[in-house]
């Protein structure tokens, strides 16, 4: 056999089966659940970053063993799977895709301060939007006006920090455009359950959440509000009807 020979061997190039290594070593699968605003903001994140991976939709009435595995604690997704390692809570998975993957658009301030006061504001998003903003679409009378009231509030606190801002991050998406953009889908259910207008209460979260959605990387993270309304109307009826035993 001369050496020419070995131009014709029918196997990869040692760049190539590299290439594969680096690129099985780089897996990155996300255990979601379509209508989660949790696993909307990772899918933002490893979009804005430009991350390709598998997302593997869990049946949340009948979780797979890997969920179970993955995230034994919680039991919930989002769980980002990277090089076989589970990363759970979706605000820290985003900060880790953040650190991981610094090539691309930074969804964290460099500035120490402005760095705590978006964490800041994203940890307020997550004490305070999903549990109020439930209330609204979940429940009746009172506590859904006070609610309703409370959510409105929240809203208006969020528009001031976001002032004349294009977002919140400035020019850019960060991690607080990242944490409230995907209760926009929320809007129409609770526009329609709660019986008001939130772009008149808040006209300009509207005017950010449109900018926010005209970003492919936002608006193909993103389902339908109609569909999200279908969805929250079947949860609130199960919620009713569980109530009235
Ligand atoms: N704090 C968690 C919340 C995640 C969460 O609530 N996930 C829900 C879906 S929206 C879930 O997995 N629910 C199933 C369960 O709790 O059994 C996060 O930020 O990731």
Redesign the pocket.
Known sequence: MTNDHQHFIPFPSKTETELRVIKMGEEVILLD?W?????M?VRIALAEKGIDYEERE?N?NN?SSLLLKMNPI?????VLIHKGRPI????I?VQYIDEVWQNKVSLMPSDPYDKAIARFWADYI?KKIYSIGKLVWVSEGEVQEAAKKELVECFKLLEKELGDKHFFGGQNLNIVDVALIPFYTWFYALETCGNFSIVEECPHLVGWAKRCMDKQTVSNSLPDQYKIYTHLLELRNQHLAHLKG
Do not use: A, N, V
């Open positions: 659940f209508s989660s605003p949790f696993g903001r869990e949340l979780k919680h039991k919930q997704i989002p759970c809570e979706s605000m998975i997550d």
